[in-house]
């Protein structure tokens, strides 16, 4: 029983670090078996052979150092296949062995629960639906016209833009939407789901396969088109003049696109203007940074479906501290049950502990070039334009925002931040700081845009 609920908590926090679909896909599945005192190898067993080689390949340091977070006596880790049949349709090693890495994959996706299976047909996850997706006042205005675009599919808020930071349940609002969509018109209509980066594959894919007018057909034969994380579509000049073709279609149709993405179409600086113009001239809806009553709501919630029972100071702490977004609440609440379970409760140096950990707000290794670097990316501007003298109108946000962050996350001296942004005087980085901290605190859309670049820098 420990180890699986060691393995729950391991699992928790390596659904912070990689992506929601990967994590389904090849680590849900996983067990830990157990663990040899002796020479301190943990064994994790997989479904198949291919989930084994390839959970052994991508993720076997992130699995060690979440392991040994909460067990340091761990000193490695094998991999192992459950050759159990069972009534998932677990299948042998032997019957293993002799398949290809098609049939490997196929069979994996037959293993999974039913929440968990992907439809083929449509890209969307069972296991998002609108009926788990908790509303409050960061995210009110997202799902009630999600709720009218339902109502009124293609006719109204279309095309509907939603966006919002990492971890925020914008993938959850808009794959829910789609699946109510299904549900409420049963088999009459058509929906598809993709991300920006399966849409550009499927367009350099139809070019070099000289298949582009089976693309063209794919994309334009739906009734709903979803497409998540829009903004990485931006300055591929052949993908975009795709979807902009691709988005007309469908407009002129009636049929309803959503869309979604870290940031508004205005802050996406290399999308083509025309794009642009199209995305704005729908509704365009917001998911901000949940407040303390939102958190502390989910937090309930997910207590309540893990069938555990914690102290209500203790949820009200943990909403009060972690404010960055769901992902995070989910991953310390793992860390908190795993505790209260296995090691006699909790005090609160070890939740302050647990909190540190996982929010873990400032690095140890970021430096003033990471910085600078990241906001210039995010901007898409010359790194060197913030380090020199350049006036230009387009760096003037970004050298602030660099600034402000030179001084919120290494606490760098006001001449120090001067010296390294175009040898200013230090009373040019207090301004920067001032205006950039007054504009955070008023304006909501502007905070996000700091917080992305912040998970953008954290993450690198």
């Not at 980066?197 to 070019?207: A, Q, R």
């Amino acid at each position: 029983m420990e180890s699986q609920e060691l393995w729950k908590a391991v699992l928790g926090e390596i659904e912070l670090q990689i992506s929601r679909p990967n994590f389904l896909t090849w680590l849900k599945q996983s067990q830990l078996v157990g663990k040899n005192e002796r020479d301190g190898v943990a064994l994790v067993s997989l479904p198949n052979n291919f989930a084994k080689e390839w959970v052994k390949n991508r993720y076997h340091k992130i699995i060690l150092g979440s392991l040994r977070n909460f067990d340091p006596s761990i000193k490695n880790i094998d991999y192992s296949v459950s050759h159990q049949t069972t009534d998932g349709g677990g299948v042998s090693l032997a019957t293993q062995n002799k398949r290809g890495v098609g049939e490997e994959k196929n069979e994996l996706n037959q293993q999974l629960p039913l929440e968990l299976k992907v439809d083929p047909k449509t890209n969307l996850n069972p296991r998002y639906t609108l009926e788990s997706f908790i509303v409050g006042s960061s995210n009110e205005l997202a799902y009630a016209a999600i709720q009218a675009v339902i109502k009124d599919v293609g006719k109204k808020y279309n095309p509907l833009f939603v966006y919002g930071g990492v971890g925020l349940g914008k993938t959850h609002l808009i794959q829910g939407a789609g699946n109510e969509i299904i549900k409420h018109y049963q088999k009459n209509i058509a929906v598809l789901y993709v991300t920006s980066e399966k849409f550009l594959n499927d367009v350099v894919s139809g070019i070099r396969n000289k298949r582009i007018d089976d693309m063209k057909k794919k994309y334009r034969d739906v009734d709903v088109l979803i497409i998540d994380d829009i903004q990485f579509i931006g300055g591929k000049a052949t993908t975009e003049q795709e979807f902009f073709h691709t988005f007309n279609a469908l407009y002129e149709n009636n049929k309803q696109i959503i869309i979604s993405s870290d940031r508004p179409p205005s802050a996406i600086p290399t999308l083509e203007e025309r794009l642009r113009s199209r995305f704005e001239g729908g509704m365009i809806a917001d998911i901000s940074y949940p407040d303390y009553e939102m958190r502390l709501a989910i937090l309930k919630t997910k207590t309540q479906k893990k069938g555990v029972i914690i102290e209500d100071k203790i949820l009200e702490h943990i909403a009060s501290k972690v404010q960055k977004n769901i992902r995070e609440l989910e991953g310390v609440l793992n860390k908190v049950v795993f505790y209260i379970q296995h090691k006699n409760g909790i005090d609160g140096k070890k939740l302050d502990d647990i909190i540190n950990e996982t929010t873990q707000t400032i690095s140890k290794n970021i430096t003033v070039q990471e910085i600078i670097k990241t906001v210039a990316d995010f901007f898409e501007v010359p790194q060197v334009d913030l380090t020199d003298r350049s006036r230009k109108k387009e760096v003037v946000e970004p050298r602030q925002i660099a600034m402000y962050l030179l001084r919120d996350i290494l606490k760098l001296s006001y001449p120090h931040i001067g010296e390294k942004l175009g040898k200013r005087d230090h009373t040019t980085a207090i301004h920067a700081c001032e205006k950039i901290e007054k504009e955070i605190n008023k304006n909501q859309q502007f905070n996000q845009k700091i917080m992305l670049i912040k998970e953008r820098l954290y993450k690198s």
